[in-house]
């Protein structure tokens, strides 16, 4: 009986359910990506960028049985001029400065056992391949706290040219480049302290403390002759971050001199000689605190005169009003003279608009010209406008009042900061007059990732959750477009049943532009290491998965050519920083294995069955490689390996060299394109139960592959008889 054809393409992504949609042909897909002329094709590779050496893994092998038995066991080798044991890379990160010509990869792991500390790669400079973090005194910086468990890894921000890097657990720092230092103060400066100096003759106009007039106005018991005056004092780093106001001193009292008998050890010479606002007048000597290494400046702030013209404090709200002063534009200078008069001060200053950089904050993000920090107690706290260290004490947002858990993560997208718990989603949108507000967009559904947390171009925020991978789609109301959840996973239930929920917290979400891929990198099977990767294809709209991957960080380069780089917890066999390309042959130490599993394809129902008599794959010819095909039938527990090699039905009158083999042209070598060519496989299932479900599993004895497609060549089988309903209960009456 001729064979008749049932056509499988176009190829689609997973769906393990027990009946999938008719879309979606896909059971399984391994180390492939979706290409826009609709096709499979085998995935790249990676390769270490540092170290930049060679390795060679381990292996034993043992030949004989018994008392005969041989083992010979290679060694594990590293070579490499820049190699260096850096052991498992914590976190990784990526910032540019001046215009994106100068290129920063910055990542921290423990090299050589010396504790965690931070490495950067500086594109711009071809001859260093990597570089450790020191201070502005050129020191290397102290390692950080290292934790075994799985946790939340260092978190990072770039804020015009520098690199903020909170952890939750050591001093929050920024990197400008060169070298790193703390980000903000931890706290206020100590007290300032001063006196009234002396009696001094000036003869500026108006210069000195307390009030002015002349010699006839006042005698020298005069309560009007009194001042009293109040200080603060702040710190200034190298980036323009002012440091909370010190508490103010202690009232300085002093009193002016109404006589001009020449007994203030003037020289007599330098007397005025007309009273009229020339004056003797007093001075305040302010002793003023330094700072640490990265204070580079400190401004004194003070108010106006506090005593009325009785000599008693005026009012508690004219003590408590600080005016600038003054900027001393060192770290050195420990003593100030003050006479600037009250008409001369600078503009008020509120103390409620400087604050310290939170110490435990283990999430960080940028939005609307600010920087938003968050601590494991479920506060969110936000700098000042275009103040990346200075945050107000009153700038707070409180999420720990209900049951929703920690905050895990923080994501600026469509007008909003997003707030995600453990179980629940909150935003946070800045109204019209500056300030922000806070909402809560649902309590059923969170994220237990932090890094797993990326926006996909045109679709929206996908994060991993407790109960699966979400897409949070759309924006706020009022935008015109439509907002909700979708849950992206519930068509491979049996892929994420596989994470270790424990270890959950480490994995890492990554959008890889060039292949349009996001990477959801988790700890599977009991592993409290990211061991397992799922992919999902934007333009599908499905998953696929990549074994052998030990992203424990990554990140995509922000220039033009969107580099993927992930750092590694596999020290043994692929230790370090590696680059993801097309252009690599090898996963590290494991080879690249492409597979495209189809679903158990139904003809028909339970009662109908089909005698499979061929199997036609439509595929691109790239090298002198072959097509292995498996099948399996009735979804039964192992496959059937066709033992014959694909046979290539391409028209021999058209035939073309395939790539690798031979150059196209007789004489030179020509560009051509490359050639679907149809690969056929006899198959059989006579030894099989009547065959109602095939799957098909293609793969490649190399790695070039691309599918398009694939034909079954079948016949029909005999039909199952079926009585009618009556004839069966008849049957059972007798």
């Not at 290292?146 to 040219?161: D, Y």
Request: with cysteine; aromatic share 10%.
């Amino acid at each position: 009986m001729k064979a008749k054809l049932f056509a499988i393409r176009p190829l689609r992504t997973m769906d393990q359910r027990w009946l999938p949609g008719s879309d979606v042909t896909a059971r399984r897909i391994s180390d492939m990506y979706y290409t826009v002329k609709d096709s499979w094709k085998a995935a790249g590779g990676f390769q270490p960028i540092v170290p930049d050496g060679e390795v060679t893994t381990t292996e034993t092998t043992t030949t004989g049985t018994g008392d005969d038995a041989t083992t010979t066991t290679t060694t594990t080798v590293r070579t490499g001029a820049h190699f260096q044991d850096f052991g498992e890379i914590e976190s990784i990160h990526w910032f540019s400065q001046q215009g994106g010509l100068r290129q920063f990869l910055v990542f921290e792991s423990n090299h050589n056992s010396e504790g965690l500390k931070f490495h950067f790669f500086d594109g711009s400079d071809s001859g260093n391949k990597w570089s450790t973090f020191v201070d502005g005194k050129s020191t290397t910086m102290e390692s950080r706290i290292e934790i075994t468990t799985p946790h939340i890894r260092t978190q990072s921000v770039a804020w015009n040219g520098l690199l903020y890097l909170v952890n939750g657990r050591d001093t929050p720092m920024v990197f400008n480049g060169r070298y790193v230092e703390r980000a903000g103060f931890d706290g206020p400066p100590g007290n300032p302290s001063g006196s009234a100096t002396r009696e001094a003759c000036t003869l500026t106009r108006g210069l000195g403390l307390g009030r002015t007039g002349t010699e006839s106005e006042f005698d020298a018991d005069d309560p009007r002759l009194l001042f009293g005056y109040r200080y603060r004092v702040s710190f200034v780093n190298e980036r323009g971050q002012e440091s909370p106001l010190s508490p103010a001193c202690n009232t300085v009292i002093g009193k002016q001199s109404a006589n001009e008998d020449g007994t203030n050890n003037i020289v007599k010479n330098d007397k005025p000689t007309d009273g009229d606002q020339y004056r003797w007048r007093k001075f305040v000597s302010l002793a003023i605190p330094t700072g640490g290494d990265t204070v580079v400046a400190r401004r004194i702030y003070r108010t106006v005169n506090i005593l009325n013209t009785n000599g008693d404090p005026a009012s508690l709200a004219v003590s408590e009003r600080f005016y600038f002063l003054e900027e001393i534009q060192d770290n050195r200078t420990t003593t100030y003279v003050d006479g600037v008069p009250d008409g001369l001060l600078g503009p008020e200053v509120d103390p409620l608009d400087f604050g310290a950089f939170p110490q435990g904050a283990h999430l960080i993000a940028s939005h609307q010209n600010r920087i938003f920090i968050a601590s494991s107690d479920g506060d969110v706290r936000y700098s000042a406008p275009l103040q990346p260290e200075v945050f107000p004490v009153d700038n707070l947002f409180t999420f720990g009042d209900d049951d929703g858990g920690a905050v895990m993560g923080l994501y600026p997208s469509r007008g909003a900061l997003w707030v995600l718990k453990r179980r629940g989603i909150h935003y946070i949108s800045q109204r019209s007059d500056g300030s922000f507000s806070s909402a809560v967009y649902t309590r059923d559904v969170g994220c237990c990732a932090p890094d797993s947390i990326v926006e996909i171009p045109n679709l929206g925020v996908i994060f991993l959750s407790d109960g699966g991978v979400y897409l949070l789609k759309g924006a706020l109301s009022g935008s015109g477009e439509t907002s909700g959840l979708t849950k992206l996973s519930d068509a491979i239930p049996d892929e994420f049943k596989r994470i270790n929920r424990s270890a959950a917290v480490q994995a890492v979400g990554t959008w890889c532009p060039q292949d349009s891929e996001y990477w959801l990198s988790v700890p599977i099977d009991g592993s409290d290491k990211n061991n397992h990767v799922f992919v999902f294809h934007r333009e599908v709209g499905g998953w696929s998965f990549r074994e052998n991957y030990p992203v424990s960080c990554a990140v995509v380069s922000s220039d033009h050519r969107r580099y993927f780089f992930f750092g590694s917890n596999d020290t043994t066999s692929n230790p370090g920083v590696h680059v993801y390309s097309h252009g690599w042959s090898t996963k590290g130490s494991h080879s690249i294995s492409p597979m495209w599993e189809s679903i158990d394809i139904n003809f028909g129902g339970v009662f109908n069955a089909v005698n499979p008599k061929y199997v036609l794959v439509h595929t691109i010819g790239y090298g002198d490689n072959d097509i292995e095909l498996k099948y399996r039938v009735n979804r039964h527990i192992s496959d059937v390996e066709v033992a014959a090699k694909g046979q290539d039905q391409q028209n021999v009158e058209h035939r073309l060299g395939v790539y690798g083999t031979q150059k196209w042209g007789s004489t030179s070598a020509i560009w051509n394109e490359y050639v679907p060519v149809p690969v056929r496989f006899d198959v059989s299932t006579s030894s099989q139960p009547a065959c109602r479900e095939l799957r098909i599993t293609l793969e490649a004895a190399g790695r070039q592959i691309e599918v398009l497609g694939f034909d079954l060549g079948l016949t029909a089988g005999a039909m199952v008889e079926r009585l009618p309903i009556n004839e069966v209960l008849l049957q059972t009456r007798r």
